[in-house]
């Protein structure tokens, strides 16, 4: 595996992602939600995306040469409520994915979700006495906020946290870091990513994948649609499987602007829409396939 590098400031990149638009017939635009659709803000429960995204994603979805899907560490549940319209929703960080009118979710994790909301109930519990320490309870897997807890406190939060995990979760449990969160989940080699292979196999030929998100978690999803796709980080530049960035959902929503009038007409037509068989030679396995039931 070659060394990761920042990734570079989109305008430098805008002539690459030119040409393989150019070189495509249909789009496959993968968003992710907090920090790329919606600034990131103290209280998880008020993010909601800026106009200029809905927008912007609202022309996207009425384009036929393109599909969209969000893909958000979120449950499918809640974050299917702050934004509407995509045809495809992936929630949990991947663990649960609708489409074509049904919810495949992951066998492993539907099997650990019991355990899940063991660990909940007790963190609430055990952070009762941590100023502003919050426990997101999202079936599949669970988030504890630090966002509000004062600096202090976050030792406290990482110690008890890795305890509960360790003494309700044993080995069918891990804790990996995000944006000032402790994501809890299941310990099984599936993420974003993967989700997002599942969805690339299903488009028609000369897909060109696009990947746009903000945190760790998206890394995989980078790696799921880089080099031959569009990968595009938010935020800080740090070493990522993503080839271009840019600082803010402003700058997503302004990008989806350009995708969706200008960069549209670069497609490769005809146009194919979505639903025929796919001859893509870019697929997900169908051992992937078969891990969403
Ligand atoms: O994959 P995403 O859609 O980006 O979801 C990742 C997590 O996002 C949320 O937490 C983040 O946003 C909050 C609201 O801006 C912020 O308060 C928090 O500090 C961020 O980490 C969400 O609450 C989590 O469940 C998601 O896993």
Sequence with gaps: MTAELPPQPLEERREQIRSKLAGAAHVLCCL??????APIVEDPDAATPIPAATSALEDLVAAPAVST??????????????????AAYAGNHGLELARDGSVA?????????????????TLETVLDSVPNARVENKRLTGTVHLRSVPSAGHPVVERQTRAVVDALGADSLEISPGRKILEIGPSIPWGKGNAVSLLDAQMPPETVPLYIGDDV?????????????????????????????????????????????????????????????????????????????
């Design 217 to 293: 978690t998206d890394e995989s999803a980078f790696r799921a649609v880089e080099p031959e796709g569009i990968g595009i980080r938010v935020g800080e530049a740090t070493p990522s499987a993503a080839s271009a960035s840019v600082d803010s959902p402003d700058e997503v929503a302004s990008f989806l602007e350009w995708l969706g009038s200008s960069a549209l007409e670069e497609l490769d037509r005809p146009d194919r829409g979505p639903n025929v068989p796919s001859q893509s030679t870019r697929s997900a396995p169908a051992t992937v396939a078969s891990r969403l039931e």
């Design 105 to 121: 979710i992951h066998p492993v994790a539907r099997k650990r979700a019991a355990q899940i909301d063991r660990v909940c109930h």
């Design 32 to 37: 992710d939600f907090d920090g790329t659709l």
């Design 69 to 86: 899907a969000i893909v958000s560490g979120r449950a499918l549940s809640d974050v299917r409520t702050r934004i509407d319209g995509p």
